[in-house]
């Protein structure tokens, strides 16, 4: 895992607090040995940089940079010219003219989609930057804002053409020196001018997570950028504040510019006032203020903050970070039924399979799964009325609490293909066969096949996470439901039936259609369907199954018939019936 990585500013003013109670002679042996360090081909250019940096060097580095100044704008110009040449010709197809691919068909497709800056050209560009950083961290701020503004203006252009490819530059950081560079040489009062129209304060962004992950600087990443304090920061920063409200709220940037703005007056009080004003017209102001009170460890103002969004936001993705701020308050208190409660909203913040996972393991932990799982169907009764696209997840609920019947009226008439596709009768069909063949543990094919369909995501999440394996998965909560539950004979030879139909449509389907990749999945069904006669004491009808289709139906397809073999290989209840093969 990488270490965070650490702003020039704050890294510079750690550096000067170990190296400024040292002696002379400490100094050297540390310069020494960070000399030692550098690789062969790096030590003529630390050799450099360390004698441009000598007392008396200074005047003569500065006139040779001028010069420098001057050749790299015109460097930069020429490589635009050439990047703005590649894209035109990418756009009109004489790209590919161009190019020798030695009457080799795959090297042409393989380069059908090119990058808008060729390899070379993603090198100088990231070595024209590093010039710039040059002159930022040597102090030389009037020339670093003129390269880094025409290396911009060249980013600018090609992003509006297209993707810009990673050249392995810190755009972020780039920015954050030009900023500072654009700040520091303003005058007073032309400041506020500069910095909204360099910040890029208008820029649409859609993005709740953290600004690190951005490649537009905050305030915050300008002041960090060099040692120092901004100067005249009092005055600058309340003419910022009212600068940026006279533009509003409703771009994501713009407003977090406003809340960072309000945070550095320090007074929390007026980052809450811009969350309670703006409410789920820009729900930043409550993540905001949840993200400060997370930092200060204020977990009961968070918990009554994290309350009163919840109950202002509509459901979505900001709702559900707040429930997770809710979450990360309770677990903070020891407060248990908070961590219910947010789990709750959680949930129906963001209904998906993740999210269920959590709240029913979390209501497990607390000896509240019956109840909750209850409420649970509840709701997604109600969202499938509206929508109709929960009910694989209303099925995986009812089976959790042993509502077989339920699940069967909710998924019978369900087709016997997109079982992996927001169709629950493959999840049933697995549950139904489950209870026929005893529940026992050594059907494999049966319990592959219920934890396949069961542990499959019917509804994504749009934020990314690991399911944690120490938590029960939701075929595991589904047995618990299963064996928990007893159906009258009737009603199971009735489930039995449907299964046994809808299993032969789909091994049909899939083979007759040939698709050759789907052999395996109707190999299993065919051997769940077999391991369940021979559980429930028919081995004859077993046999029969496994002989219809292995030699009747489909005696002639052998690529269907290897996957029977497979399949029923790794059966113990079926071990007898090999021979059948």
Not at 49 to 72: C, I, Q, V, W
Not at 390 to 396: F, I, M, R, S, T
């Amino acid at each position: 895992m990488h270490a965070p990585k650490l702003a020039m500013g704050p890294y510079l003013k750690s550096v000067e607090k170990a190296c400024h109670p040292l002696p002379k002679e400490e100094l050297i042996g540390i310069i020494l040995s960070l000399a030692k360090e550098v690789q062969g081909d790096g030590r003529g250019k630390f050799l450099g940089n360390l004698l441009a940096m000598l007392p008396g060097e200074a005047e003569a580095h500065a006139t040779a940079d001028a010069s420098a100044k001057a050749d790299l704008l015109s460097n930069i110009a020429a490589l635009k010219g050439e990047i703005l040449e590649r894209i035109a010709s990418i756009e009109d197809g004489s790209y590919w003219d161009a190019q020798d691919y030695d009457d080799d068909e795959e090297d042409y497709y393989s380069d059908a989609d090119p990058d808008l800056l060729g390899a070379d050209q993603q090198d100088e560009l990231a070595g024209f930057f590093q010039e710039a950083d040059r002159f930022f961290l040597h102090g030389q701020a009037e020339a670093a804002r003129t390269v880094y503004g025409a290396l911009f203006d060249l980013v600018e252009e090609v992003s509006a053409r297209g993707y810009l490819p990673d050249f392995a530059v810190d755009l972020r950081e780039a920015r954050a020196r030009y900023c500072r560079c654009v700040y520091d040489l303003a005058g007073a009062g032309e400041r506020v001018r500069h910095m909204l129209a360099i910040m890029a304060v208008d820029r649409p962004e859609h993005n709740f997570d953290s600004v690190l992950s951005r490649e537009y600087p905050f305030l915050q990443d300008v002041i960090d950028a060099q040692t120092g304090d901004l100067a005249d920061f009092a005055d600058f920063l309340p003419a910022w504040e009212n600068a940026l409200a006279r533009k509003g709220f409703s771009q994501d940037r713009l407003a977090e510019l406003r809340l960072e703005a309000a945070f550095f007056s320090g007074d929390l009080a007026k980052i809450g006032e811009l969350a309670r004003s703006w409410q789920a017209k820009q729900p930043l102001g409550y993540l905001y203020w949840l993200k400060q009170l997370n930092l200060t460890e204020d977990w009961r103002q968070m918990r009554e903050v994290a309350r009163e969004a919840l109950a202002k936001l509509t459901p979505g993705e900001a709702k559900e970070q707040v429930a997770n701020h809710l979450i990360t308050a309770g677990q903070n208190l020891g407060d248990t039924p908070l961590v219910l409660e947010g789990k709750q909203e959680q949930f129906k913040a963001n209904i998906c399979d993740a999210n269920l996972m959590a709240l029913v393991n979390e209501a497990g932990r607390q000896g509240k799964r019956a109840g909750e799982l209850a409420s649970i169907a509840v709701l997604l009764r109600e969202q499938g009325k509206k929508h109709g696209d929960e009910h694989v997840l209303l099925a995986k609920a009812l089976l959790m609490t042993g509502e077989l019947g339920q699940a069967f009226l909710l998924a019978r008439n369900g087709k016997e293909v997109g079982w992996s596709h927001g169709n629950a009768a493959g999840l049933l069909f697995g549950a139904i066969l489950y209870l026929v063949s005893g529940k026992r543990a050594d059907c494999l094919l049966i319990n592959d096949l219920l934890k396949w369909y069961a542990n499959q995501t019917a509804v994504p999440s749009h934020r990314f996470s690991v399911a944690d394996e120490s938590e029960p998965s939701c075929c595991e909560e589904i047995r618990q439901g299963l064996n928990s539950c007893e159906v009258p004979a009737k009603d199971l030879a009735e489930y039995c039936q449907w299964a046994r139909t809808i299993g032969g449509k789909r091994i049909n389907q899939i083979v007759s259609s040939k698709h050759r990749f789907a052999y395996d999945r109707a190999a299993g069904v065919l051997g769940a369907l077999a391991e369940a006669l021979e559980a429930s004491g028919q081995p004859d009808k077993a046999r029969e199954l496994l002989r219809e289709y292995f030699h009747d139906r489909f005696s002639r397809f052998a690529a269907f018939r290897r996957e029977v073999r497979t399949a029923i290989s790794r059966s113990k209840p079926l071990e007898k019936h090999r021979k059948v093969l």
